[in-house]
């Protein structure tokens, strides 16, 4: 397993699993019928740094961190991450979120929040907390879910 950053040449692969994720309407907030062409502005813009996991020289997975806010709440950073459907319960996450804390102290920031982790989301939320993020609040029907219709969602939070 290797994770890098993500260059132009990996946006197909990207995109896989990106449209693989949201197609579902249960984790994140971006449209399921998102075009590809708005992955650049949701995963690739100029002000993220995306980073990509192979195994077996394929890629399964992928993160971001960026600014949580401009200016004074800039030193947050915001992570968000994508294993294949196909790749999923081999470790990835983990390794990625590892590899997140370290880059994010690389990069000056002093914590990391989770905006919107979906209370559905069992597998996401039980992982977060093993890596020492904690629920810092509750958003009352924060998400619109595909099938179960506005349900909460957590901030979640990890000083760095």
């Known amino acids: 397993m290797k994770i890098r950053k993500a260059t132009q040449k990996d946006i ?5 699993i990106f449209h693989e994720v949201i197609k579902t309407g249960d984790t994140y907030v971006f449209d399921p019928k998102m075009p590809k062409h708005d992955l650049t502005k949701h995963w690739f813009a100029s002000y993220m740094h995306t980073y990509v996991l192979e195994s077996n020289k394929k890629i399964s997975g992928t993160y971001i961190l960026k600014p949580n806010q401009i200016d004074l709440g800039s ?49 996401a ?8 993020f904690e629920i810092v609040g ?19 939070y990890k000083k760095l």
């Open 12 to 16: 197909d692969a990207v995109w896989e």
């Open 138 to 156: 509750t958003l009352p029907d924060g998400f619109n879910h595909l099938t179960k219709g506005y349900i909460d969602a957590y901030i979640m």
């Open 75 to 123: 030193h947050i950073a915001n992570g968000s991450y994508m294993v294949h459907p196909n790749a999923q319960r081999q470790g990835f996450g983990e390794a990625m979120c590892i590899h997140s804390i370290k880059e994010a102290k690389k990069l000056g920031f002093k914590a990391i929040q989770f905006n919107m982790i979906v209370k559905t989301n069992t597998p």
């Open 125 to 132: 939320i039980q992982l977060w907390k093993k890596m020492g």
